[in-house]
């Protein structure tokens, strides 16, 4: 084992992905990341996105980043020196830079071109519990690196309208890598977030997301939470910034409940316990050119 991660390298990597915008991607990948660490698990974070909100939103200067996952995707920089620690103990990040939004252009060509972050994380995998990959807003090469070298997938949903519009456009994307790429790919769960008790439509992209997804939808409830949005400024988790907040409670609860799904992944003895979908489930969904045949 070497100087980072402490895990039984279960190699649980997660890809965190929704192509629609500010949705929760990174908040859930960092605070979720900050509970597991805190709840005995070894944790990497990978910065997979351009904008960096991760690598900030963990205290990390991204100016200062001496190696990102940039250097490891297109200039064979050694895994191993990729990583950093953060304020929390067992939850390491592997950052981003401000080169990673020139990567799909520069990936593009080159070949094996969506299984570079397999290759890149592969060697990680025996170090930490789990690996969560935060995506960026778009179905591009990034994330279909991040689908290709995942065992699963973790999709926020704003509660906000057309929230289920977008989904089966990733769901789309999702059955493509799986007939392509990565055919063991399955839906973790879908994590409601900015949900707002006092909004009708909150309440009805809950009914309608459970409706729909019926047991991948987690039954913790990201609330919406001034607080969760302050905690980046001050490149902390929220369990650092505000442990007692409303919003520290949900995401502990979130990683509580994915604790327990574990656990009862674990002793099910009736096959496969994480739920893989079917490409009938969205019947509207879209072809992505994302994927290559
Ligand atoms: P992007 O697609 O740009 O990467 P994202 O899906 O990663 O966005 P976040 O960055 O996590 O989304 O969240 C978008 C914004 O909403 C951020 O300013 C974040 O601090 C804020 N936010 C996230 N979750 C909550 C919440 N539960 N309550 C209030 N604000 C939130
Ligand atoms: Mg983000």
């Known amino acids: 084992m070497g100087a980072y991660g402490r895990g039984s390298g279960s190699g649980d990597t997660i890809a965190c992905a929704n192509q629609k915008g500010g949705v929760g991607k990174t908040t859930t990948v960092v605070n979720l990341g900050a509970y597991l660490a805190l709840a005995g698990r070894s944790v990497l974070v990978v910065d997979l ?12 200067e991204k100016s200062s980043v001496a190696n990102s996952i940039y250097d490891a995707l297109c200039d064979a920089t050694p895994p191993d020196q990729l990583i950093v620690r953060t304020s929390i103990a067992r939850l390491d990040l592997v950052p981003a830079s401000l080169s990673l939004a020139g990567a799909e252009v ?4 080159l070949p094996q071109r969506e299984r570079r972050l397999s290759r890149v994380l592969g060697p990680l995998t025996e170090r930490y519990d789990h690996i969560l990959i935060d995506c960026p807003p778009s179905l591009g090469l990034l994330t279909v690196n991040a689908l290709t070298a995942a065992g699963s997938v973790l999709v926020p949903l704003q ?5 289920l519009e977008g989904l089966s456009q990733l769901v789309a994307t999702i059955n493509l890598v799986r007939d392509h790429l990565n055919p063991d790919l399955a ?6 977030t900015m949900f707002d008790s006092r909004t009708l439509l909150s309440a009805g992209v809950r009914d309608e997301a459970r409706r729909h ?7 913790t409830i990201i609330p919406r939470s001034v607080r969760l949005s302050e905690a980046p400024s001050y490149g ?15 995401y ?8 327990a799904r574990e656990f009862a992944a674990r002793d099910s003895l009736s ?3 994480l739920t893989v979908i079917a490409p009938v489930a969205f019947p509207d969904a879209p072809s992505s050119s994302a994927v290559a045949p």
């Open 49 to 60: 996105d351009p904008q960096g909100n991760a690598t900030s939103g963990l205290g990390i």
């Open 106 to 109: 520069e990936l593009a060509p």
């Open 159 to 163: 509660c906000e309208y057309y929230a």
């Open 187 to 192: 839906l973790r769960g879908v994590v409601l």
């Open 213 to 219: 997804l019926d047991g991948s939808v987690y039954d």
């Open 236 to 250: 902390l988790p929220i369990a650092l910034y505000r442990p007692e907040s409303k919003g520290a409670e949900a």
């Open 252 to 259: 502990a609860a979130l990683a509580r409940e994915f604790l």
């Open 271 to 273: 096959g496969p316990a």
